[in-house]
């Protein structure tokens, strides 16, 4: 990885069984064109040979940053594969702030049994997203990328993720039901700059008990949903390519990864209770990478 001035941080998500997902050590490792159904597919075949729309520098072709570790090929762009661990990473940032209280950032109520997690000092910043496309949803992602959601699906495809369907609302009547996502089992993990691996669910408090998501569900997933094709401008295009939707927590149904258990973003559906935790989340604008690992 290049040197950066800011604290380096790497973001990886990992595609192993739930219960495997803990800390450990290790080695180290703007708009964009919407892609086309038939684009997706070349480019998991052919990963470094871009579609003539897709702007990437030749020299960055020719001369690929190193990998991760030794084993692992940078397939696109700052999309790296490691086929004989099974796993997929791509370089961003740490989106939010939950370390500094701003004009604008929600400052915490007086502690209450809805709220018994929240400090005094730090915002309450409650998480959508854990990873998002630049521009999108960055206040509320962990993680925001410059990376192109369906160069990660075809990286995804290179180490042989099975795709899935990602969460959806089913209405029958006047009630609605959730319909859980579908697709390969996928664990989500951020690795900083020592080689620290941590589980992703060990940076996201429910905001009502101050535990993590891993003490409280710690049989939880993500799965490779695949995100969807959709119609714009006449053609047919990789939805998440658009909305940005990465790697989901709540279900916006253009999901690349989507988190196992359906639940809506709005809140006037069902009350937010994942914040993240400001102990172990980097300060705004650290440089991540995030890994996807197939399941074991």
């Avoid at 480019?43 to 020299?59: F, G, I, R, S, Y």
């Amino acid at each position: 990885m290049k040197q950066h001035k800011k604290p380096t941080v790497v973001v990886l998500l990992v595609l192993v069984s739930a219960v495997s997902c803990t800390r450990t050590q290790e080695q180290p490792s703007q708009e964009t064109p919407l892609q086309t159904t038939e684009q997706v597919q070349q480019t998991a075949e052919q990963p470094n040979k871009p579609d003539q729309n897709t702007m990437v520098a030749p020299e960055q072709i020719i001369k690929p940053e190193p990998a991760v570790s030794q084993d692992s090929i940078e397939a696109f762009p700052g999309v790296y594969v490691n086929r004989e661990q099974r796993y997929v990473e791509f370089d961003g940032e740490i989106a939010i702030d939950a370390h500094h209280l701003r004009p604008g950032v929600r400052v915490p109520p007086k502690p209450t049994h809805e709220h018994v997690a929240v400090s005094a000092d730090k915002p309450i910043v409650y998480l959508e997203l854990i990873a998002c496309s630049t521009g999108t949803k960055d206040h509320e992602s962990i993680v925001s990328t410059d990376i192109q959601p369906s160069h990660i699906h075809a990286a995804l495809l290179m180490i042989g993720a099975e795709s899935g369907t990602p969460g959806t609302f089913r209405w029958e009547g006047r009630e609605v039901f959730p319909v859980d996502p579908t697709g390969g089992g996928l664990c989500v993990a951020v690795v900083f700059a020592d080689s620290t691996v941590l589980d992703v669910r060990d940076m996201i408090l429910d905001v009502r008990t101050g535990e993590t998501m891993h003490k409280t569900k710690p049989d939880t997933a993500w799965v490779f949903a695949g995100s969807k094709f959709v119609e714009h401008n006449g053609r047919e295009v990789y939805a998440s390519d658009g909305t940005g939707i990465i790697v989901g927590l709540a279900t916006f149904g253009t999901e690349l990864a989507g988190y196992a258990q359906t639940f809506s973003h709005e809140s006037e559906a069902e009350t937010p209770v994942w914040i993240a935790d400001a102990a172990s989340t980097p300060e705004v604008g650290s440089h991540v990478r995030v890994r996807l690992s197939l399941m074991r």
